[in-house]
């Protein structure tokens, strides 16, 4: 595998049974790479099956057929190499928001001062030093969401993986902390793939949008969004590239052919 690819999915099928012992196909065929330092967004319709192929690569769910390679290692479960941020942070309510992130460290046998350190830096890059004392139930939704991205950051992941990171703040806060994702990736220059079924928050964030369409899951294109350097969001958001952009999306989760079109490969 070329040393510039972070994460290489290859043929990637997914079965489940229902509770009624019927067969669900939720990933057939699921095949693409992220380079190093990429974003990479994962969209489509409810039910497409996002939230499982994130938990294929992040090891959390075994592919029926398929492989994920990370940093050129095979997955077969949870490692240190991926770190993961779900739609609610799900923080200990007893442990302060720097005793949180800590524990996500605990695991890595570090010596205790490593962890205070590796924990202190991870809360400064979310913008939460003021607040590293604080609680769960003292935080806001947003600075919750900060102390799960500090949490995953503190590991030093090869690769971010976020399931839906933003959908359950209000719109203003989202929207903050879309721009502090793409400030943090030009900080640390992670990887990052996240799942999000908003078409906008998609092709502002992500380098490439892989779209996919259900019955079964399978990916029916990728979308180049191309803003280039700048990571303004209301420059981006009022670029005619945006409005083209997000207009292939849109027909692309919808299942339709755009392969001719800028930007777009199916
Ligand atoms: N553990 C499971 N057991 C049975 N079926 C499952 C399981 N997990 C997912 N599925 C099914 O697999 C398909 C894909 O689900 P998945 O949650 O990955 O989709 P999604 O695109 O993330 O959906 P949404 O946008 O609604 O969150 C769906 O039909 C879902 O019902």
Redesign the pocket.
């Known amino acids: 595998m070329s040393g510039d690819v972070a994460v290489d999915v290859r043929g990637v099928s997914k079965r489940?049974?229902?509770d009624k012992g019927r067969e669900?196909h939720?990933l057939q065929d699921v095949s693409f790479q992220v380079r190093r330092g990429e974003i990479v967004a994962l969209t489509?319709?409810?039910?497409?099956?996002?939230?499982?192929?994130l938990r294929i690569i992040m090891g959390l769910e075994h592919p029926t057929s398929g492989a994920v390679d990370v940093d050129g290692e095979a997955v077969h479960g949870p490692g240190i190499n991926r770190g993961i941020v779900f739609q609610n942070a799900e923080l200990l309510p007893w442990r302060t928001a720097l005793g949180n992130v800590e524990f996500g460290l605990e695991a890595r046998r570090l010596p205790k001062a490593q962890r205070r350190e590796a924990a202190e830096q991870a809360i400064e890059l979310v913008g939460l030093k003021d607040a590293a004392h604080r609680r769960p139930h003292e935080l806001s939704g947003g600075m919750r969401q900060r102390v799960g991205i500090a949490r995953a950051l503190a590991i030093d992941p090869a690769v971010l993986l976020m399931d839906e990171p933003f959908s359950a703040l209000d719109a203003q806060t989202r929207e903050k902390m879309q721009g502090e994702l793409l400030e943090i990736h030009q900080r640390t220059g992670k990887t990052i793939i996240f799942?999000s079924?908003d078409i906008d928050e998609s092709v502002l964030l992500a380098d490439r949008v892989v779209t996919?369409v259900?019955d079964p899951?399978r990916v029916h294109g990728l979308l180049d969004t191309d803003f280039g350097a700048s990571i303004d969001l209301d420059e981006r958001r009022g670029s005619a590239k945006f409005a083209q952009r997000r207009h292939e999306l849109l027909q692309l989760v919808h299942g339709r052919e755009i392969a001719q079109q800028d930007g777009v490969s199916v």
């Open positions: 489940f049974q229902d669900v939720a489509g319709r409810s039910g497409c099956g996002k939230t499982t192929l799942v079924h996919l259900p899951g």
